[in-house]
């Protein structure tokens, strides 16, 4: 309880809405509560689809960069600019640019 009142106001507040919704959970019937623990797992569920969603997207983009800068050191490349300048506009290792 003392460190309940150390606590701001908005941290007891929080404290309180969640001994309510437990206290809530625990007052549901056996049909009530696999109803809501579907519908935590739905959500659960949707939420990790939208994390890997978005991890794909930035794998596609890193992999759409890695093509420009492979296609941007092919052309520099037969252009005859040097290995130094192409890492210097890239920011591609001498080593990779060479094995291009």
């Given amino acids: ?47 990790a689809v939208e994390e890997y969603e978005i991890e794909q997207r930035k794998k596609e983009r890193e992999e759409g960069r890695k093509e420009e800068k492979a296609e941007m050191v092919k052309n520099l490349k037969q252009l005859g600019v040097s290995t130094d300048i192409i890492a210097k506009a890239t920011g591609l290792p001498p080593e990779e640019i060479e094995k291009a």
């Fill in 1 to 47: 309880m003392e460190t309940l009142q150390r606590l701001p106001f908005k941290a007891r507040k929080a404290v309180f809405e969640r001994l309510e919704q437990i206290g809530s959970l625990a007052s549901l019937t056996l049909e009530e509560r696999m109803k809501y623990d579907a519908s935590i797992n739905t959500y659960r569920t949707l939420l």
